[in-house]
Every structure is written in structure tokens, then in C-alpha cells.
């Protein structure tokens, strides 16, 4: 170890139960606090929890448990093993603490319970874990000493605290004195170890810090040892945008302030108590949230200086909230309402989280962790009220709360979130006073589900700012290792080519032949699948339909544009192969695809009344409306009542009674409820349901469950799992072995494989953001002024210098919607002329082009090396 560090200058770290209840986590305990130490040319003192489970027995046994003896004894036993494990010398170490521990059952304080014993009893923990990791560390030649946080940690004492409270749940006051310090760094050891969750009661004997302790404890002594810097040492790696639990996607938000940190704490994250930030903050001291398993990690730093971005940080959820809803007629502006209303909640202790209020109206939320709130609690606070306006219970709900500095400032963004919201009941919104947290309180059954959706559309929406690298790190599923990486794309290893391309003139799609057949030929491995048609919407380029068919696919059509089309480019090909599902098609459509022998789609009654001898004798296939769309924008979702697409499912009985008296024969059974879909469990839901309708029609031979697959588009969109997809669909297939099964994908075949080729025009900047014009837009490429969708662009004349620049990306039609890509990093030395690439355009991009301005169509190129 270095030269010793300045006598006053400490790091905190703390680790909580799982973190010391094993050999290697103490290996890693030494390894960190000497870096610390070297690093940061500091003292470290090193603050334990119990061993993990340890504090549970405790509470047992303080709170009276009858086997109490034989608690205490697997409580030794366990210890000792622990030792054994360490190869330590359990009696020279923990003989002591042991027979205190044995002796507190023993005491005759024991039979009363009381205060002071039950604290001295939930401190062994802490001591046993402490003096254990003491002897540990300096076996494995730390210079650390032992110091027991009784002596430095001195409770407060708070008028009209409760004895209970002034013994279990004490607060200690942060801004020690100057002599206070200088007696703490006096110790001679470099470092040193202490006890979380207990400190010093005004009489001189043990008092508990309650809930949060370890975390306040290390909080407690930053503060007042004035620290470089507090660490929370968990077994995750930081706080993060939600709870990865439930949203996998969450990010781990790599640096806060302490405002935005509390109200995370508070509203729903439980790895770090909110009761430790204020000393912290009050001090100055920096803290870190950082994982013991995973080091390497950045982790949550929190501390003053952390650039203030705004934006929501995180979406939580508390569940097991009660709302009181308080009725009063003529309370408006009546002089003490709510003191009356208050001071009923007071008495029962009741403290109150969320307030809404209205002239009839106040409805609050009470939430569980902050209180006691049983049913009994409930029904005595109820009948008070009830002397002074009606009263409504409604529980269990939800609170799910955005949190982030700028809240107001970004309502505009949240049209989604509300959008999303507006299909629960929502009892409650709240808007905190500090500009830091939303609050929607809803029923917790139907928060189920919510958060994963609601934090997509955070990020889609921009409102959660995920490129802020200073705020926002990897995803927890990054983290955990279980993101499927995008393959490296075709275009990168045929830049020259591409280049030679663009010169003979642009805008020009290039599509990539090996790239549409390995993807038919994933489809095709997938076995639950009987027919696969390839939806012709997505890119009718003649070479791509021939690619496909050779591969097997089918086609689908929805125009008879169409149709002719691809029998003209394949004359041979089998009407059989062939589906036709339109929409609102002129009624002669239906009748020339009939006589082309296609299959054809129907999706409404209307067409066999007013058309009935053109169905008369034939089969058709029923597109149904399964009730709801899916996809990735509003504008690509097709079921549900504001969908022009499919006949209501709940009505099929009608259509099979219109069939049968039409003499028409439902043979196939169709939905298809959007494009782009990224919910895993979509297709699998629609077989199932699809199934279940198809049995009762009786006559359906293929269930159609659509397209609407994925494909990556942002860095940070994963491949579509083909695998557990097939898997879902195999499972449901297994319930309804009578039907073959067809799907009709269209992106997923060629997106990937088409590039738009450019030039770049010009560079203009204008006030603060630059812009890169090319000569194609939104009449080459629509989908990003019409869906916002999202296609990287690189500059392919400069693909080797780092992209350090933002740009603004922007077409030649006069249109304000005419942008390609907002502050996308481009070289900064990006220039009129260069060629630029515009990914994933395979898709939806030359079938949608248009003339607009009087300007021309691009031209389209195949590629088949
Ligand atoms: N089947 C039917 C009945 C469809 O309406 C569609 C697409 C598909 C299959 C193929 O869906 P896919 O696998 O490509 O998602 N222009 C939008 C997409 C509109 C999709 C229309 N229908 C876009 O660029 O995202």
C-alpha cells in the first residue's frame, strides 16, 4: 500500500447481507476498500450488514418467538459454519459475541420484551458480522480495525416521539462536531469496520436506526466524517429506469442528483433507502450505488453536481395503495374542511401520500409502507369521517409514477403515456409540487403489464432521453447477457460497390438477394408453419418476388395491380400460391381474382349481400377483428373499432349465417392486427383465438395469423427471436392439430435487405443545428415523416471516421415533415457530394415513393453476391 493518506480523509463503503455472507464477497470487500484506499489516497471505513436472513431471526426473537433457544442456536450454528468456510477460529473470534447472544435469551428482560433489550438483541446481527469480517480481512493482511458504531453514532432525541420510536426508529444528527472527528480519525488503524442499522441511545445503550439502516448508518458517517464519497455495495448494479424485473428493457441510470435520486428512492426503487440521501446531500458527500457481484460496472453515482438533464429518469410502481375518497357537499372553500379532514387521519396515524381535490371532492392516497393501514385502521378512520362527509375506500390500487426534473415542461410529450392511461380507470393524478414526479393511481390489477408499455413509449416518445449517456447506461438486459446481437449488415462489406452505384446516379434503393433468401430460409426452418406467403406490399421488385417463390413463399396481394404484377413477372406461377386480401377494393377486383383462381379474403357481410352472385358456390377466407391492433405506430395497427380492417370476431356468427345463405364456404380464417409488432406473445395469443373461432365455423382448413414481424432498426432494437416464436406457435398448433398454419410476413423479409443510396446537397447550419440535405426525402423514403420511424443513416464516403457530429438529416420537398433523422451523428467533416446510406429500407420504401414536388422516382438495383 501507498504512503499513508491524510489522517482525515475517508471513503465509506457499505455492503448489505448477501454481500457478506459469503467467502469470495469478502474477497472482493478486501480487494475493493484497498483500492479505494490506493485510488483515492483515503482511509476507508467499511459499514456491514447482518449476514443475509439474520435480522429476520433477530426480529423473531425480540418480538417474543417461543422457540427462541433453538433460533439462536441455528443462528450460532450458522455463524460457526461461516467461520469454518473462512478458516477462521470461530471460538478465538465469535466465542464472545456468542455467549452475549445466548445470554440475551437468558436475561430477565427477556419475559417483558423490552425496548432496550429488544434493540440489543436486533444489534447482534451487525456485531457478529462486523467482528467476523474484522478478523477476516486482517488474517488477509488489511491493517483494519473493529469499532463499534455505539460509540460514534448517538441518537437523537425528537419530541413526541413514541418510546417505541425513540429506541427502534431513531434518526442521529449528521453535523458532528470538529472534536468528534478528530476522535474518530485518531483510530489508529488505516481502516476500519462498523456496525450498520445501530447506534447510541441517550442512556448509553443500544438503539436501532430502523428501516433503511445499514444504508443511513454509512450515510450517517460520510456526513460526518465529511467523506470523499459514500458506497452502497448491493447485488444490483444501480438504480435504474424501472424495476428489470418487470421491464427488461430498463436502464441503468448512471448518474443523479440528489432530488431526482430521493424521488426515485421514494417512489418505488428499492435499492437504496431514501432516509440516506438527506444526510449525504446536506453534507455534500457524494454517494454511489454499486454491485458487489459486478464491479466493473459504472453503477448510479448520485452527488450535486450532475448535469441536470431534463426528462423522466424512471417509472416505478407501488402497489397496495389505498385512495380515501371524501365526499362533502358545500365544502368548497369552507373554512377548515380539510384541517377537520386532516386531523382525522392524524389520530390514527395515518400518514397521507397524494392529494386530489375538487368542490365536492378530496380523495387521498395512503401508502402501505408509510403505514400502517389494516382493515381495522381503516374502518375506525372511515366511521370518524363519516362525521363530516361520505367516505369511499378504494384498494388495492397502483400509483405508478414518472419521476424527473422538467416534468411540466414535458406534458407535450406524454400524449402516448396518457393514450395508454386513457384505457385504465385512473383515479387519481397527481403532479408533485417539486416538478419532479407524475403520480397515476389506478387499480393493481390493471397495472399489470403497464410498465413495460409505458416505458417504450417514454423512449419512443423522447420524453425519457436514453441517448443522454451522462444519465442513462446499459440495459438490464445488456447487463445480464441476455441481448441478441444485430448482425453486422450486408452493406458493410459492399461499400465499393455501393459507391460505384450511387454514381450512376441517386436516390436509388440497392437490395441484397442473399439477405431476403436467408430470411425465407429462416422462416422456413421454423416447422410449426405449413404455408408461408410473402405480404408483396412490403417491395414488389420483380427480382424479389422471384427470389421468394423460388424459396417457396406464396404471394400476397391486396390490389389487383398487384396481382398483375406478379403474374407477369411469374407467369407460371400457381394461383393456389396465391392470397388477395383487400380492403375496400371496387367489387369487379373480387371478381377478376376469382377468375384468376386466387384465394380471396373477405372481411365484411356487406360485400356477400350487396354481391351475391359473385360469392355464390365459392370458398373465401374471413379476415376477423380480433378487438384490438398492435405495431409500431398508431397509423400501422389494423384491428379494433377504429380499424377499418376485419369483421368483428364477436359477431362471426353472422357472417357464417350470411355465408350459408350465400352458399359461400369459409375455408380459411385471417387476422392480421398491425406491422412491426415487437409483443413475443402476439401470434401465439392470435392462433389461439383464431383456433378457437375456427372450430366453430367448422369448414376452415388454414388459419392466417398475419404478418407484422419485426426487424431492428435502432441500435438498441433486438432480432425478432424466430426461435421461441416458432416454439410459442408450435404449442398452440399442438391444441388445434386440424388446421394447417400460414403466415404472410412482409418487412421481415426485405427491410433488412434494401438500402436508399443518396447524395448529400448540401451542409447548412441554422442556429445551433446543422443540417445535411440530400436528394432524397420524403417522397423517396415516407416512413419517417409518416410513422417517425427510425432508419440509421451513414455517410458511406467517410464510413471510416468516427461519427462525432449531429446532424439534422432533410430531404428536398418543401415540406416541414421532409426529415430523415434528427441529430443523428454523421463525421463532423460530412459534405455536399458525399454518398450517404440509408438502412433498412427494403421495406415500404419504393412501394411508397411518390412524385411529389414534380419530383422523380429513385431508382431501384439488385444485387445477388
Ligand atoms: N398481411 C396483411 C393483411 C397486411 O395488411 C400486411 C401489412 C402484412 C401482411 C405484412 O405486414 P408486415 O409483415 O410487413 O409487417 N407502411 C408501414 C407498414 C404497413 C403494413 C400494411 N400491412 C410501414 O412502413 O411500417
Known sequence: MSASPPNDRWIVLKFGGTSVSRRHRWDTIGKLAKKRAEDNHARVLIVVSALSG???????????????????????????????????????????????????????????????????????????SSTIGAAYLSAGGLDIGWCDARQWLEAMTIPNQSAWAQRLSVSCDPRGSEDWRARFCAQSNRMLITQGFIARHGDGGTAIL???????????????????????????????????????????????????AQEIATTGAKVLHPRSIKPCRDAGVPMAILDTERPELPGTSIDGNALTVPGVKAISRRNGIVLVSMEGIGMWQQVGFLADVFARFKKHGLSVDLIGSSETNVTVSLDPSENLVSTDVLAALSSDLAEICRVKVIAPCAAITLVGRGMRSLLHKLSDVWATFGKERVHLISQSSNDLNLTFV?????????????????????????????????????IAGTVRARQTPWWRSQRARLIELAAAGTPAYVYHLPTVRARARALNAIGAIDRRYYAVKANTHPAILKALVEEGFGLECVSLGELRRIFEVLPDLSPTRVLFTPSFAPHPEYAQAFALGVTVTVDNLELLQQWPDMFQGRSVWLRVDLGRGDG???????????SKFGFPFERVDDFIAAASAT?????GLHAHLGSGVDTAQHWKQVCDELGGIAERIGTVEVIDIGGGLPIPYTADDEPFDLEAWGAGLAEIKAAYPGFGLAIEPGRYLVAEAGVLLSHATQVVAKQGITRVGLDAGMHTLARPALYDAWHDVVNLSRLDLDADAPFDIVGPICESSDVLGRRRPLPASTAPGDVMLIADAGAYGYVMASHYNLRGLPKEEVLDV
Open 210 to 260: 430502523g428501516r433503511g439502516g445499514s444504508d443511513t448508518s454509512a450515510a450517517y458517517f460520510g456526513a460526518l466524517l465529511k467523506a470523499q464519497r459514500v458506497e452502497i455495495w448491493t447485488d444490483v448494479p444501480g438504480m435504474f429506469s424501472a424495476n428489470p424485473r418487470e421491464v427488461p428493457d430498463a436502464r441503468l441510470l448512471t448518474r443523479l442528483d440528489y432530488f431526482e
Open 632 to 642: 409500431h405506430h398508431a397509423k400501422v395497427r389494423t384491428g379494433g373499432r377504429d
Open 442 to 478: 389506478i387499480d393493481e390489477a390493471d397495472a399489470d403489464g403497464l410498465l413495460p408499455i409505458l416505458h417504450a413509449e417514454l423512449i419512443d416518445s423522447g420524453a425519457m432521453p436514453v441517448a443522454e449517456t451522462s444519465v442513462f447506461g446499459p440495459r438490464w438486459r445488456q
Open 663 to 667: 352458399d359461400v364456404r369459409i375455408t
Open 54 to 128: 439474520v435480522t429476520n431471526e433477530l426480529t423473531a426473537i425480540a418480538d417474543g418467538a417461543a422457540d427462541a433457544a433453538s433460533r439462536v442456536a441455528a443462528l450460532e450454528l450458522r455463524h460457526r459454519e461461516f467461520l469454518a468456510e473462512l478458516e477462521l477460529d470461530a471460538e478465538a473470534v465469535l466465542g464472545q459475541r456468542l455467549a452475549v447472544l445466548r445470554s440475551l435469551v437468558a436475561d430477565p428482560r427477556a419475559t417483558a420484551r423490552t425496548l432496550d433489550w429488544q434493540a440489543e438483541v436486533l444489534a447482534q446481527g451487525e456485531l457478529l
